[in-house]
């Protein structure tokens, strides 16, 4: 499933964010495996449509595709109606932070239910016809996690991921990368760190510390798909170049009509926040962003964007 060699790069599963378009896009731009946004099971299961389009994962084959629930059969059924989109993988996030989805028992609930979440991720490597893989956190309120380690292995498990905070913490103070002494002595395991990895100096001191673990970089890598290429040129011992203005418009342009070509006229609309991240920082970028956030023109926008370097 993954290569063989050290330090793949990953696109991490982000809801809202890691659709077809921009996996394609960080794809193009150096990442080595993407997952989708995270699907509920339930919902599969129920066939809601908006569930199903999640799945769609057209001709990409680095892409495997998240699923989130808290009940076993569910997850089961889910689990089988996945592997028939055969993606690369199936991942279980028993992480997300988010409040309606921990309410339910499923995402980083599921670390409040150790027991539970056992059964949750047995009953999919059970019944998935793709390789399972589990991303996951520290903990709930503490960090205990030398015993989720155990418990995911215990199930099958070999590739998991961990966001170094735990459930309460959501995105705020600092990712901890303490768990890793405990997950360097599983050499049949494959680990993968995630959690503020938003550079290629960042990303190479960490491989410096655990060089046998892989790297998944989510909101690192918003408005910046260029990240991963850097990581790789970083680890090759070359210097990063700064993304020049032809680049960056390139970048932009293409997302553009992925966008409009996956979401109709709607992608303007849903390209938004992109642009957000891709100005965020750069030299008179407000008075870009205020017009932008108000068109639903893509000539107009890319006019706009093409001068952009003689506003600046």
């Known amino acids: 499933m ?3 060699k050290n330090n793949n790069l990953l696109l991490a599963p982000m809801a809202g964010i890691t659709d077809m378009p921009f996996r394609k896009i960080c794809t193009e731009n150096g990442a080595d495996i993407v997952i989708t946004e995270m699907v509920s099971a339930r ?3 129920e066939g809601s449509t908006k569930t199903l389009r999640l799945l769609y994962i057209a001709e990409e084959n680095n892409a495997g595709i998240q699923i989130f629930g808290h009940e076993p059969l569910v997850m089961a059924k889910a689990a089988k109606i996945i592997s028939r989109y055969n993606p690369l993988f199936i991942d279980i996030n028993t992480g997300c932070p988010a409040k309606k989805v921990i309410k339910s028992g499923s995402g980083g609930g599921l670390l ?4 539970n979440m056992r059964e949750v991720l047995k009953a999919v490597v059970e019944n998935s016809g793709v390789p399972v893989t589990c991303k996951t956190r520290i903990g709930f309120n503490d960090d205990y996690s030398d015993e989720i380690i155990d418990i995911i292995r215990e199930t099958g498990i070999k590739t998991i991921a961990v966001h170094g905070r735990t459930v309460k913490m959501g995105f705020k103070g600092i990712a901890n990368y303490n768990w890793c002494k405990y997950a360097s002595k599983f050499d049949d395991t494959k680990f993968i760190l995630n959690g503020d990895i938003d550079s290629a100096p ?3 001191s960490l491989l ?3 060089p046998e673990m892989d790297i998944m970089i989510g909101r690192g890598a918003l408005g910046n798909p260029f990240i991963f290429n850097d990581i790789k040129k970083t680890l090759e011992g070359n210097t990063a170049k700064e993304v020049s203005f032809d680049i960056w418009l390139s970048i932009i342009e293409k997302h553009y009509k992925l966008m409009l070509d996956y979401y109709g006229d709607y992608g303007i609309i ?3 926040k992109h642009m957000g991240w891709y100005l965020k920082g750069m030299p008179q970028s407000k ?3 205020d017009f932008i956030f108000r068109s639903n023109d893509y000539n107009e926008i890319m006019k706009v964007l093409q ?4 506003i600046a």
Request: glycine share 4%; proline share 4%.
């Open 2 to 4: 993954f290569s063989p």
């Open 43 to 45: 919902g599969l299961i």
């Open 112 to 115: 409040r239910e150790l027991d």
């Open 202 to 204: 960042k990303a190479l």
């Open 208 to 210: 410096s510390a655990y």
């Open 270 to 272: 849903l390209m938004r």
């Open 287 to 289: 008075k870009i962003k």
């Open 307 to 310: 001068n952009y370097d003689r």
